[in-house]
């Protein structure tokens, strides 16, 4: 692979990476310097990519692994769902996402990790065992279960949501 085919292909996966690295840092500085740092890496040890075709899970690996590498470093990080003061209906009203994503935020990281890779950034279970560092079966488990705590987490929500509608109603007949 040359110089110019290395930028095409980092531009042509800059958001999925950063889907990725936003996945586990979630702060959008620490993501910029993650998908830096990831690409100056990529870019010196590119001659060890030993297929071309395999430069998108090489890279990405690259990535998850600088995300790791900045997450243990930083002392300031939080995970979200510990963070003082976190609320995610307000989270939900700031950054206007939608229910689901703010669940998957919520989801631990071994199950998050699989199902953006793979449901949301399109990578096959195979590849994403590759730069998990996990088995194929390994990714359709952690997928599996990821997919049934979220679906717990969003009926809870909507239960939740039916609850407060119910409760809404009941004062306003007052």
Request: proline content about 3%; some cysteine.
């Amino acid at each position: 692979m040359n110089r110019e085919q290395f930028g095409e292909q980092v531009l042509n996966l800059e958001s999925a990476l950063y889907h990725v690295a936003k996945s586990i840092l979630r702060n959008d500085e620490d993501c910029a310097d993650a998908l830096q740092n990831g690409i100056l890496k990529a870019w010196q040890k590119l001659d060890t990519l030993r297929d071309d075709a395999r430069f998108r899970p090489w890279l990405t690996r690259i990535v998850v692994n600088e995300c790791y590498q900045l997450f243990r470093t930083s002392p300031h990080h939080v995970p979200l769902d510990e963070y003082p003061g976190w609320d995610a209906a307000a989270a939900e009203e700031v950054r206007g996402e939608s229910e689901a994503l703010l669940a998957l935020a919520r989801l631990e990281e071994k199950y998050r990790l699989p199902i953006v890779l793979h449901v949301i950034e399109g990578y096959s279970q195979k590849e994403t065992g590759e730069i998990l560092g996990l088995t194929e079966a390994n990714v359709k488990s952690r997928i599996l279960r990821g997919k049934r705590k979220l679906r717990a987490m969003l009926e809870k929500e909507t239960d939740k949501t039916k609850i407060e509608e119910k409760a809404k109603g009941r004062r306003s007949a007052r």
